[in-house]
Each structure stands twice: as structure tokens, then as C-alpha cells.
T-cell receptor, first 112, second 113 residues
Framework: GESVGLHLPTLSVQEGDNSIINCAYSNSASDYFIWYKQESGKGPQFIIDIRSNMDKRQGQRVTVLLNKTVKHLSLQIAATQPGDSAVYFCAEIKNTGNQFYFGTGTSLTVIP | DAGVTQSPTHLIKTRGQQVTLRCSPKSGHDTVSWYQQALGQGPQFIFQYYEEEERQRGNFPDRFSGHQFPNYSSELNVNALLLGDSALYLC????????????FGSGTQLSVL
């Protein structure tokens, strides 16, 4: 399943499928990006980060892709599990030092 | 190693009252940032504290103020509460280096009636 964060704030995928969550960021000068996962009643949890001198970074079951040309960030989750159900936020640092700006978020629901 | 801890977890106040929220940063962190998260929205930056001083501030009125103590813990104070202040208030800690990831607490859910 795939979403465009600002236009499709919810995403439902079947367990075991791959998920793609997209985010358009606003400032071409931003040089650091993070994906956070937020479960109901909890604070955001760090998933993976990427700096602007990279275009791809992989973690455990997750991959972040950065396209600076179109100011687009995506999070790919492989073999999505029910525990992945949460709201996912992308955050950028707009070159003002440690001040992160968060997008609206995408709600991911994994169907067993 | 304890992560970021916030207290209380839930709070109910009435309009016009004042509230103080507390945060202890993750061990080794010296910088505390506060965020307000309305229902269905992403966190919005309120301000950041380092060396007991406010370093940066978001677009929030002066009713929102804060403090950082020598042990790096922090308080967020909100005066003259409005209904619209109802939100989840998140504390995040980091080290003061360029582009360090934030570690968040579980937040304080504030309801203003």
C-alpha cells in the first residue's frame, strides 16, 4: 500500500505486505529528517533518520528515501505487521538548529 | 537508563487556571524541547531550553513559559488557560549538537473545561 501524506492521511495494508508512507517537506534548506511512529496514548518514537547528503538509508524492515529535487521523503516498511499500526510523522530541521517541524502524519492500519 | 519522563500523565483544569507540567530528560541529554500536539495533528514546537535559558521559541503566546533547572529537568507553565489549550504536551530531550534526534516522553494530556 502507498499513501501521499498530505492528501491521504490514512493507509490500510494487509499483514505481510509492504507499506509506503510519503511526506512532502517544505524547506529546501532542511538538512536532517526523521521518521517517528506514534501509537495511541504514547509519545513519538524514533524509527529512522537521514541526512541531506544521502538519498537512502536502511534499518531493520524500514527504508527511508530522500528526493531533494522534489522535496519528498518516504518510509518503506517491509512485511508490515499488526504492531506497525500507528501514526507516522516525518520531521525536518529547517536549518535553525534543533527545531524540528512535523508534518500532519499518516495513520497506518494493518489488517490481520 | 530511564528515557524522558513527564508528569503528570493526565490533567484536568478549568478556563483561566494555570498549569505546570514537568519533564526529566534522558540521561546524558542537556536540551529540552516542548511540543503541543492537538488531536489529529503533528506536534507543534513551543520552545527549547539549554543551559537554563530559552534558546528558541515557536509561535506561542507569552502565556506559555518555561524553565530549566541545573539538573536539566524542565517545566512548562501555561497561564490563563483557554479551551484551545487542551492537547497532549510532549517533552523531548536531546544533546545540543546540530541535528541530533529528539527523544520524546509519553506526554501530559491536558484537558481544559
Amino acid at each position: 500500500g502507498e499513501s501521499v501524506g498530505l492528501h491521504l492521511p490514512t493507509l490500510s495494508v494487509q499483514e505481510g505486505d509492504n507499506s509506503i508512507i510519503n511526506c512532502a517537506y517544505s524547506n529546501s534548506a532542511s538538512d536532517y529528517f526523521i521518521w517517528y511512529k506514534q501509537e495511541s496514548g504514547k509519545g513519538p518514537q524514533f524509527i529512522i533518520d537521514i541526512r541531506s547528503n544521502m538519498d537512502k538509508r536502511q534499518g531493520q524492515r524500514v527504508t527511508v528515501l530522500l528526493n531533494k529535487t522534489v522535496k519528498h521523503l518516504s518510509l518503506q516498511i517491509a512485511a508490515t505487521q499488526p504492531g506497525d499500526s500507528a501514526v507516522y510523522f516525518c520531521a525536518e530541521i529547517k536549518n535553525t538548529g534543533n527545531q524540528f517541524y512535523f508534518g500532519t502524519g499518516t495513520s497506518l492500519t494493518v489488517i490481520p | 537508563d530511564a528515557g524522558v519522563t513527564q508528569s503528570p500523565t493526565h490533567l484536568i483544569k478549568t478556563r483561566g487556571q494555570q498549569v505546570t507540567l514537568r519533564c526529566s530528560p534522558k540521561s546524558g541529554h542537556d536540551t529540552v524541547s516542548w511540543y503541543q500536539q492537538a488531536l489529529g495533528q503533528g506536534p507543534q514546537f513551543i520552545f527549547q531550553y539549554y543551559e537554563e535559558e530559552e534558546r528558541q521559541r515557536g509561535n506561542f503566546p507569552d502565556r506559555f513559559s518555561g524553565h530549566q533547572f541545573p539538573n536539566y529537568s524542565s517545566e512548562l507553565n501555561v497561564n490563563a488557560l483557554l479551551l484551545g489549550d487542551s492537547a497532549l504536551y510532549l517533552c523531548a530531550s536531546s544533546r545540543l549538537r546540530a541535528n541530533e534526534k529528539l527523544f520524546f516522553g509519553s506526554g501530559t494530556q491536558l484537558s481544559v473545561l
